[in-house]
């Protein structure tokens, strides 16, 4: 007898040839196979017997066993009983039977996950090539679909739905062995690991994947807020993202405070020279607040961490949408993004920009001091009118090696610019408030920016739960272009020029940013309970920069450079650093994370042409060794499992190094009548957080309360010192020293609560005493302060939503002062047109009361500012979503008839 190489095109012919096989009554000869055709080899009792053609023969004696191919993938069957070699072949037809079954299966049940994993014999720990891999229903125990296994021992099996599953591994000689997986639609890939067969023993594992979806998640350390479902954005950017965050503060530039301090931020787990304001809120997937970071990351994060993580896919398919707005004051935005998973790509593209104006008012009211009592007043009126516009993209792909290894890029380009035109009406009196002159002030300033990021990684998992290893290199190049022009002039009462308030000035500005970073990070299971983490960081930033002041001759007109406030710099700041941290799980209840990160700084300025250097080093050899040691430890308490209560206690060192411009030694000009200068004598600040935390969830799961107690005690602290001209009273010059120490500390509160379907509240509340020491022969200062945040968000019928925000920001303790209150509220509502359409409607700043300022008061003065950035605005925003998510966007004919996340409506 010999052994045919049939062409096998459909099932039936499978069929057909099974049935001949099942007749074998011995094998001598075996068909040649060439190629990568779709073969079967095949035995039969009459010689000649063909299916679908007959291909050429060999004569050479079959002496290792019968093989079974199916397109590019082969079984073995060894030497034994014929009816092993059928039991193989049936169980694969079984297979493709159903397989072909699932592509007529109804429309509408989407496919989104996948199982992978790798084969290994248990003795020899290689490859169990070509074993089969069954897929059954939890529920009912019926065959879905299955697979081979690749001569490298993986496998994986795509495109199931959501659901429990019993994975199920065979081989002949082999017991069978299951485990089981979850997809989740949140989490929809599973690694079951590697699975070892035994001949002698049976062994079943479990892997299960639980995820969670809501706008607000507590976790014991750290708070995720999911954008998505936040009306109130909707056309807006970070800021407005970061604003809606319980314990979090943006100030009038843009600059974010958390616990009276300021957080490091982070997009997608790494260092950025972007601002908040040019991410597109339609971006931004998730924003992740860590309080007090573990040494994992960078020890400059006294503020703790803002992780703001952007949009990708792990589903298959594509999705994406379209977006446009309109507001008033010259807000227009428009943007869209799309996701496509194919097969082991992943690729993302977005595009968005948007505009806007204001017109605002500001007020400064100052009063000087002499021995014998007031000396001179002064006040200013400002109105104000700016404008802004940004635009970007970003482009990402993903490409899955294999089921454990992926190669990851992205790049992201950005743009922004800014000009505003100020008009400010100023009065001036001496001691007893007579009026000593009047006059006007025009500030005009032009800016743009330019930010380019760029990502390449790699990322490993390891068949143990929690194993991994990434290395990524992200390089940032930023460059900031301003000028502004100052014109000032006042009379006397009399009409006569008064010479002290005239000036005409313009400068320009560079501000460069190159920045290198490497990181590699390695999560080690020790066992079941215990953990190791490792890793290594470099951190490169080269910050040149030049600016040009020009006074203008009065009588000429001519523009004459000011030497002494012109000026060129070179900066470099590099730093390096390497942690280990270490976890323990005692039982159930009980768990122990200790860690420690070196860091060593090597920052340097120079002044170029001169000859003015200013650097430091931590350590300096020896010296200030303890400054770049950096120990943290988290003790856990649970009750109930994962979801149940939870305490918390952590505590660990940070470091807040000055940056170039609070050491940089000359003066620098902020308007006519201030002046900043930096102290290149300032050292770090070093501090030591500690923070007792408690989760408890309640009303099933569906609501929380997560409540804190935090300390921070720093020293050295870099504190901003305002103080009047020496040479000139009327001019206010501003610097940093550092203070001997402070203390503050504060109970934190976050509410998420669910009282009925369709309807969702959240409150929030810091309260938080501070202390500033004593520092420059000026008295210390301390106090309360504190924040409160709310928001309704409500299901209502015929597809609407509404969302409800607002927050009342108490004056915070200031060195020398204290800033001024700050509330607003925002209201939206929201319309859904079938699963594609969405029209969200909203009015920023409801009652026109955002605002920012401060109140200091010394011995020598007293000053009151508030100015405004934005003004009362309303915006309608219309969105159209598209894809399908369980198909391919290449292959048309696949994806008809299948349903998408109710999103199948949409053609591209």
Known sequence: MKIEAVSVTSVVDLVMTAAIVMIAKDVTEVGDVEGTATVIATASTRTGTTIDGTLSSTEDPVNSGVFFFLSDRTIRVDHGPIRIMLKALLLSLMLLLHVDGLAQRPAGVPRVGRIYGKVLDHGTHRPVEYATVSVYSERNDSLITGTLVRSNGDFEVAELPPGTYRVSISFIGYLERSVQARINPRDPSVD?????????????????????????????????????????????NGEDVIRNIPGLRVDIDGNV???????????????TTMTLDQ???????????????????????????????????????????????????????????????ERGTTVGISY??????????????????SPDGPSGYFEQTTHATNSRSRQGGRFSIEQRLSNRNSLNFSQSLRTRSYWSDDRQEFTARDGEAIVTATGLQTDESRSTSFDLSSRLGFKRTGPEE????????????????NEAAFRSSAVDPGGTGVPEFARDQKNTGINDVDQWVLQADMADPLGEKTKLEYGIKLDLADRPSNTELFNIDPDSGEAVKDSVLSNEYAVTDHIYAAYANWSHRFNAKWSLQVGLRFEMTRFSGELIGKGARFEYDYPDGTNDLDRSLFPAIFVVRKWGGERGRELQFNVSRKIHRP???????????????????????????????????????????????????????????????????PEDSSILISTFINGSQSWSWGWENSLR????????????GTLQYLSYAAAAGQPGNSGFTGDVKGSIQMRLPWELAAQLNGYYEFPSI??????????????????????????????RDLFNTRRWGSSLVTERFSTENARRWEQRNFRIVVTWKFGQRDSSLFDRRRGRGEGGDGMDGGEM
């Open 814 to 843: 200031l060195p020398q002062g204290t800033s001024l209150d700050n509330y607003a509220m925002d209201v939206s509502v929201s319309k859904d047109i079938g699963n594609k359409w969405s029209i969200v409607a909203s009015v």
């Open 352 to 369: 968005n920009f948007g505009t806007g104006d204001n017109t605002t008012m500001g007020s400064t009211d100052r009063v000087d001091f």
């Open 466 to 481: 929690g194993k991994e290893f990434t290395v990524d290199l992200t390089y940032n190049r930023s460059r900031r272009e």
């Open 659 to 725: 940056n170039f411009w609070q050491i940089y030694p000359f003066l620098r000009l902020t308007d006519s009548r201030n002046y900043r200068i930096g102290d290149p004598g300032l050292a770090p600040e070093l501090s030591t957080l500690g923070e007792v935390s408690y989760l408890l969830p309640f009303k099933g799961g569906s609501s929380n309360w997560l409540n804190s107690l935090f300390v921070r005690h720093t020293d050295d602290v870099i504190t901003a010192f305002t103080f009047p001209s």
């Open 753 to 764: 609560y669910v009282p009925r379907e369709k309807l969702e509240l959240s409150l929030s």
């Open 192 to 236: 079951v690991g590697n699975i070892l067969l035994e001949t002698n023993a049976e062994v079943l594992d479990e892997v299960e994947v639980l995820g969670e979806r809501s706008n607000v998640v507590m976790k014991i350390d750290r708070r995720v807020y999911h954008v998505e479902r936040d009306l109130s954005v909707r056309g807006g």
């Open 279 to 341: 991410i597109p809120a339609e971006e931004i997937d998730r924003v992740e607040v860590i309080t007090n970071p573990s040494v994992a990351f960078d020890a400059d994060a006294t503020g703790g961490l803002i992780n703001v993580v952007l949009k990708r896919t792990d589903r298959p398919g594509y999705h994406g949408r379209i977006e446009a707005g309109v507001g008033t004051n010259g807000r227009y935005q428009a943007g869209g993004d799309i996701q496509i998973r």
């Open 257 to 271: 405070e958390m616990r009276n301090s300021s957080p490091k931020l982070l997009i997608d787990g790494r260092p």
